[in-house]
């Protein structure tokens, strides 16, 4: 089993900056494909950052220039580095990795982007 603890969330105001991070722990293989994504409520979970094996990475059109996905895999660690922050920002951020055709998810941290 893997196990993801999400951290970092929080308040902040439009413009501002978070670092969100994931740890990934239990019986992880080799390195896997890593993501965030978001969840607004009342609306399904959607893709916000992926990073491959190979340390390649995919934003969504709304996140690109201002976010930014990135690893320690030494340390089984994940973070998300949000700049220049949007009320449309707010959500409930996931981890998620993948390991033999399995999903794990996080527990979500939540980030609100004030006005």
């Known amino acids: 089993q893997v196990q993801l603890v999400e951290s970092g969330g929080g308040l902040v105001q439009a413009g501002g900056s978070l670092r969100l991070s994931c740890a990934a722990s239990?019986?992880?293989?080799?390195?896997?494909?890593m993501g965030w994504y978001r969840q607004h409520p009342g609306k399904q979970r959607e893709l916000v950052a992926v990073i491959n094996p190979d340390g390649t990475t995919n934003y969504a059109d709304s996140v690109k220039g201002r976010f930014t996905i990135s690893r320690d895999s030494a340390k089984n660690m994940m973070y998300l580095q949000m700049d220049s922050l949007r009320p449309e920002d707010t959500a409930a951020y996931y981890c998620n990795l993948w390991q033999r055709l399995t999903a794990y998810w996080g527990q979500g941290t939540q980030v609100t982007v004030s006005s």
């Open positions: 239990g019986s992880i293989f080799g390195l896997n494909i």
